[in-house]
């Protein structure tokens, strides 16, 4: 994994979504979660030290880098900032009535993350075509991989410029696009809270039940807020067959 580092030791992560247009990646949403006390000028800002008060400290006053001339984080604009704290990680076997509990997320349980930042959509093919074409760290995917071979593909498809890349197996994310934009893939926990969002969003209510099954709450999935296979329809992707645009489900979008 790759992380842009901060002055002083500390870390800003920046993850990276691909897949269909579910949770934050597919939202498109337009805010910047803000989290922890109103910034204030630290007389130690700048030094490159992390003191009290500070939430990073790159030795600059600058800005514009990942923190700002106030030591507060900062992320670029294709990013949100996911405040650091709490929130509860897996499904909740008691309050789950609709959907049934995979083993693999029990127990729930709480986790604390520190600040990070995630992006606000999936990579997209054209994405994609850029680092290609700007680096030598990416490269086209091998033929089985291409809508040439398979239709669910969207490398060559036409008119798929703004979907996401996939069939992109794990590895060539990490050493290729991650490594070109000096970010990294965010964990399974990271990319959890991003979708659900943390205590901090549950407005007053009890944390635990308070979280939510889906990014835009606990109303039941549809075509309108997310992509996904439909039962009883046979073509995947709300009938499309394929994905959609990255960002064009804003009413999905995570808090």
């Given amino acids: ?25 597919g939202s498109g949403a337009n805010h910047l979660s803000v989290y922890g006390r109103a910034p204030v000028q630290v007389p130690t800002c700048g030094d490159g030290k992390l003191a009290a008060g500070e939430l990073c400290d790159d030795g600059n006053l600058k800005g514009g880098d990942g923190c700002t001339a106030t030591c507060t984080l900062e ?29 693999d997320e029990l127990p729930q349980h709480q986790v604390t993350l520190g600040n990070y930042a995630i992006g606000r959509k999936e990579v997209s093919v054209n994405d994609w075509a850029k680092c290609v074409s700007e680096s030598n760290q990416c490269t086209p995917p091998p033929e089985e991989y291409t809508y040439k071979a398979d239709k669910r593909y969207n490398w060559g498809a036409p008119g798929r410029g703004d979907h996401p890349m996939n069939g992109l197996p794990y590895i060539w994310l990490m050493g290729s696009y991650c490594a070109w934009h000096k970010e990294r893939l965010p964990t399974e926990a990271e990319w ?5 969002g943390g205590c901090e969003t549950v407005n007053g209510m009890l944390c ?19 992509t996904y296979h439909q039962t009883g329809i046979l073509a995947a992707g709300c009938g499309l067959g394929t994905t959609s645009p990255v960002g064009s489900k804003p009413k999905g979008a995570s808090p």
């Avoid at 994994?1 to 990646?25: D, I, P, R, S």
């Fill in 75 to 103: 992320a670029p604009a294709h990013m949100v900032v996911i405040p650091a704290g709490p929130f509860w990680m897996g499904c909740n076997a008691a309050s789950e009535v609709i959907v049934e509990c995979e083993l």
């Fill in 192 to 196: 959890e809270k991003a979708a659900r």
């Fill in 1 to 25: 994994e790759t992380e842009t580092e901060l002055g002083g030791g500390q870390h800003l992560g920046f993850g990276l979504a691909l897949g269909l247009n579910v949770g934050k990646a």
């Fill in 208 to 226: 635990k039940p308070g979280m939510r099954r889906h990014p835009w709450g606990k109303a039941p999935v549809s075509c309108e807020l997310a």
